[in-house]
Nanobody
Framework: VQLPASGGGLVQAGGSLRLSCAVSGSIFSINVMGWYRQAPGKQREFVGISNIGSSTKYADSVKGRFTISRDNAKNTVYLQMNNLKPEDTGVYYC???????????????????WGKGTLVTVSS
């Protein structure tokens, strides 16, 4: 199972970007997918999480600006980022926690997966 993030780039403050996390491998569906980011010199932090069984949650710092959506047919999760700020700069990663990936209709993967990140740079 691989889940590389893509769609990053350089954008001016106030702009928008949409990141994608396309899960590849032999899976049935995505139960839970989270987005995290790591700014230069800082620890990785939670951005948001989509759980098919409950509501989507976001960090306070991105609430109202970022939206997580999914295309179940493509096993892809998106992070729409609007009104970007310079403090949103960082490498963005997608994460499937234990049980986040459904391997078959009846079983879920007990492993946790981190994808290759994508760099988002917001200029002021």
């Amino acid at each position: 199972v691989q889940l590389p993030a893509s769609g990053g780039g350089l954008v001016q403050a106030g702009g928008s970007l949409r990141l994608s996390c396309a899960v590849s491998g032999s899976i049935f569906s995505i139960n839970v997918m989270g987005w995290y980011r790591q700014a230069p010199g800082k620890q990785r932090e939670f951005v948001g999480i989509s759980n098919i069984g409950s509501s989507t949650k976001y960090a306070d710092s991105v609430k109202g600006r970022f939206t997580i959506s999914r295309d179940n047919a493509k096993n892809t999760v998106y992070l729409q980022m609007n009104n970007l700020k310079p403090e949103d700069t960082g490498v963005y990663y997608c994460n499937a926690p234990p049980g986040g990936i459904r391997l078959t209709r009846a079983t879920s993967d007990a492993m946790e997966y981190w994808g290759k990140g994508t760099l988002v740079t917001v200029s002021s």
